[in-house]
């Protein structure tokens, strides 16, 4: 028969740790290794206070002496709240209030799985001892042995003579043993004494002492390092340190040394301003680069910080600088990409309320390699304001700044801006489709320093420029159910147009400070601004036509997307982008009926493949202005072929004012070999300079407990005029180099290798087309 005792003593202490946060990326991999053990009958989570202290024992058979001891046999089950003791056999002393107990004995709590051949638990210190201990810890793949694993009085975890591991059961692909290993279940860290790496069971590597985590809670110490060789910096290997200083503050250091170049000296400091606010500073320096004659200092500093003071009050700043042009182009910089070519330096301060919102802020913008210097916004404060619905369905806005332009080159106009723009707007939108008439008024008032001595004798002191706008917008939405290749598909034709018109007024006295020309593309069109920034507004009287049909499955997914649209001019516009004071400015304005034919497209094809596209054609010229396509095929998970092409003529190049042309092939997969080896590559082609711009291999291995990859880089490099001298003339166009990347899960490591990350790692980043889904 089953005895059931009810006892107000504590067995056991409860031993909190944290679940690992290392995961699996990949689909395919089942990593959490669960305890070959039932799982013993549990408690509800919503117990009272005094069911969490109750101790129940079940057990077949019992004898008992009241106030001396008691003896179970049989299926005992010890349980107190969330903590359970299963064995054959049990004994009690109440007078030591101690328990022993052994026989295929099992310990579970809500973190952690013990079996043992047997334990020793004293009531009064609040400790136990098990002998021949295995452990797993729950929803984690951390499990092992232990010839002696002991619960001390303050919850805390000793293991002597025993190892661990986060591969399945009876795969020794690495172990590390240790002659003791103490885990603070406060701290959620583990350290380890006489310690030893096997890697398939040789061993590779002793460690007298060393720390590990098993939870998300961080701590200082080495992380793994990092190995590569390439053409151009050589061997690099770099070691990170890290240091965790506070809860609010920690820091990286990277010696990262390359046998071409020397020493080069990386660190990354994070920090918590308050619950909303953070920011981290970069510094990076190497004293003498052996790639440059006579090479001076190169560094790098960067801060970056944003975050909410208030519901009300929001921040941000970011600031980077660098010695030289060829910073990110020569070194592995932990802030920019080497395809970068500017450095934004912003500060902003925001204030928002429900209607209305305000902004100050300060802008420079750093362009390396090129003689462009582009003003310094010092400052700007912008306000906006907005009124819904605030007289018989018509909604008001205005949108206001007040900018400062300034130039590092005296020979520049600077100039102080000041712009309103009111609008009246009254949306109809419904079901069927919808209609928003606008009318907007462009008031700016411009003061310009302007000096005949420096040329610049063609602006006018003071501008005041006012244009009406007015714009209306329509669309309506038709849909029907039909069939194709014998799918059930529900088809939209969504037709929409715009008619926009904006004042004509001679804008050549006006400089160009934050003003460019804005990429053409189909939702361009309905677009009511032909330049980014105010300090050109061109003057349009036009009318676009679009239309746009969709096809979505029986799912609602949408499997197809076609829009094709054009504008069409009733007068020529006046106005473009030509700075009297930049000679290599283009002029812009249009000249013509029509504007490009622009198209674009989203389909899939036939079961897992997919096109995306989009054109612009000029139809007055028969001329491609610009076009795209990819080809892709995703069969599942990880699995991915995609074909890409790209063509876009007279492209202006920002460093030396000369129009290039981009026609430009590619392709690019990720395939799985096997449930755990992934291969990935990409190859890129330049049609007009005949010659590969971008060769992209990776292999790699993952498995539930660790994981390796090893890649090799074939790409062009960037090479600016810098501002030291000299320089090595044989500084390489191409640069080409191996990559080792290797990581112990559960070790600290930084995670497992993910595939995505593979396609993203290159000059051209992997590009899924939009809208549509596997």
């Not at 609008?423 to 079901?431: A, E, Q």
């Not at 006012?466 to 529900?490: A, M």
């Not at 096109?611 to 998970?637: C, H, W």
Request: aromatic residues 12%; contains cysteine; negative net charge.
């Amino acid at each position: 028969m089953q005895i059931r005792y009810l006892l107000a003593l504590s067995l056991l202490p409860q031993l909190v740790l944290a679940e690992d946060s290392t995961q699996t990326i990949d689909a395919g991999l089942q990593c959490i290794v669960e305890p070959p053990v039932p799982r013993l009958s549990s408690t509800s989570d919503d117990q009272t206070a005094l069911e969490q202290q109750e101790i129940r024992i079940i057990s077949n058979r019992s004898e008992a002496e009241m106030g001396k001891q008691a003896t179970f046999n049989g299926n005992v089950l010890f349980s107190q709240g969330q903590r359970h003791i299963a064995a054959d056999e049990a004994i009690l002393d109440q007078k030591n209030e101690r328990l022993d107990a052994n026989g295929n004995l099992i310990f579970q709590d809500q973190m952690i799985t013990i079996t043992a051949d047997s334990l020793i638990a004293e009531m009064r210190s609040n400790s136990a001892s098990l002998w021949g201990a295995q452990y797993w810890m729950h929803g984690q793949q951390i499990h092992g042995d232990a010839e002696k694993l002991e619960i001390t009085s303050d919850n805390n975890l000793h293991l002597t003579k025993t190892n661990f591991t986060t591969c399945p059961p009876g795969d020794t692909s690495w172990l590390l043993e240790a002659e003791t290993i103490k885990i603070d279940s406060t701290e959620e860290w583990g350290e380890l004494w006489d310690a030893k790496l096997k890697i398939g069971g040789v061993p590779v590597f002793y460690i007298p002492y060393m720390t590990i985590p098993v939870s998300e809670k961080r701590k200082s110490g080495f992380l793994f390092p990092e190995l590569s060789t390439s053409t151009t910096n050589g061997v690099e290997i770099a070691t990170p340190y890290y240091w965790n200083i506070s809860p609010e503050y920690d820091l990286t250091l990277t010696p990262h040394y390359m046998s071409s170049r020397g020493l080069f000296l990386k660190s990354d400091f994070r920090y918590l301003a308050g619950e909303s606010q953070q920011g981290q500073l970069n510094l990076e320096y190497i004293g003498s680069d052996k790639m440059l004659t006579d090479s001076p200092d190169r560094y790098l500093y960067h801060w970056e910080h944003k975050g909410a003071i208030n519901e009300n009050w929001r921040v941000m700043a970011n600031f980077t600088n660098v010695s030289d042009n060829n910073y990110f182009n020569d070194l592995n910089s932990d802030v920019q990409r080497a395809t970068d070519n500017q450095i934004s330096r912003i500060g902003e301060i925001s204030y928002f309320e429900q209607n209305w919102d305000v902004t100050a802020r300060v802008q420079n913008i750093k362009v390396l390699g090129g003689d462009e210097k582009p003003y310094q916004v010092m400052p700007q404060i912008g306000l906006n304001y907005r009124a819904p619905d605030f007289w018989n369905g018509l909604d008001f806005g205005l949108t206001s700044e007040a900018s400062n332009f300034q130039h590092e080159d005296s020979s520049f106009t600077t100039a102080t801006r000041l712009n309103f723009e009111p609008s009246i707007s009254y949306p109809i939108h419904g079901p069927a489709g919808s209609l928003t008439s606008e009318v907007k008024l462009l008031q700016t008032y411009y003061w310009q320093d302007v000096n005949e001595s420096n040329g610049n004798d063609e602006l006018a002191s003071f501008v005041n420029r006012t244009l009406p706008q007015i714009r209306v917008h329509g669309q309506v939405n038709f849909e029907r159910f039909t069939d194709y290749f014998n799918e059930n598909y529900r088809q939209t034709l969504e037709p929409q147009f715009q008619y926009l018109y904006v004042g004509y007024e001679d804008q050549d006295d006006i400089g160009i400070y934050d003003t460019a020309m804005i990429q053409d593309d189909y939702f361009g069109l309905f677009r009511d601004r032909r330049f980014s920034g105010i300090d050109r507004i061109a003057d349009a009287n036009q009318l676009t036509l679009g239309l746009t049909t969709r096809l979505f499955d029986e799912h609602n997914v949408e499997a197809f997307k076609f829009s094709l649209g054009q504008i069409y001019y009733f007068e020529d516009s006046k106005v473009g982008i030509s700075d009297p004071l930049v000679p290599s400015s283009r002029l812009t304005q249009e000249n013509t009926s029509n504007s490009v034919l622009a198209a674009e497209l989203s389909t899939k094809l036939y079961k897992d493949w997919y096109v995306s596209g989009a054109i612009q054609y000029d139809t007055k010229q028969s001329e491609n202005k610009k076009s795209e396509m990819t080809l892709d095929f995703r069969p599942g998970a990880n699995k991915l072929l995609q074909f890409s092409y790209r063509y876009v003529p007279d492209l202006l190049n920002s460093n030396t004012n000369e129009s290039v042309n981009i026609s430009q092939a590619g392709m690019r997969g990720a395939w799985p070999i096997s449930d755990s080896w992934y291969v990935v590559g990409n190859w890129y082609y330049d049609l007009n300079e005949s010659r590969s711009v971008e060769t992209y291999t990776g292999f790699q291995y993952e498995s539930c407990c660790w994981a390796v990859r090893l890649s090799y880089h074939y790409r062009i490099k960037t090479n600016y005029d810098d501002n030291f001298n000299p320089v090595l003339d044989n500084r390489e166009l191409f640069e080409s180099g191996f990559y080792l990347n290797f990581v112990i899960k559960g070790l600290g490591g930084s995670g497992p290798l993910g595939v995505s990350d593979m396609l993203n790692d290159g000059l051209f980043n992997y590009r899924k087309p939009l809208y549509l889904k596997n």
